[in-house]
């Protein structure tokens, strides 16, 4: 979502969001994907995540009522979010505030994942970057 939000011509299907892993968040989002029926996407039986699941650190591939939800502990090159949050901003969605990546952090991660697909995603970042020092 964040590459939408900047501008990005791409769609998405799930929505990640990289967590900040200690005690008492761990709490407050395990509270809030009981609240939205969240379930790993990859497993035969309904397998809700656990505390000790968020407080590993890893990558939960979650489906909830709302649709598609990974919580990463890190991304990139093994970035989690105390790395990170200096390099977001808040961003008023309507329905709350949204913390996300600055253009340039999340052009540094998508590259960092070293996929085909983030590849690609960071490519439409830089042409949006571009576009943006063209306007100025």
Known sequence: MAAVIHGAPITTFDLDTLVRVDQGNAQRLLQALSEL??????????????????????????????????????????????????????????????????LDALIRQKKAMDRPKDRAVADLLEEVQRSRKEVR
Not at 38 to 49: G, I, N, S, V
Not at 53 to 78: E, K, N, Q, S, Y
């Open 37 to 102: 029926d969240a379930r790993y996407r990859e497993h035969r039986t309904l397998l809700q995540p656990t505390q000790d699941d968020i407080l590993a650190g890893g990558h939960m591939l979650l489906m909830t009522r709302a649709g598609p939800l990974d919580v990463l502990g890190f991304i990139g090159d093994g970035q989690r979010y105390e790395n990170l949050k200096s390099a977001s901003s808040e961003v008023d969605m309507n329905f709350g505030m949204l913390r996300v990546l600055n």
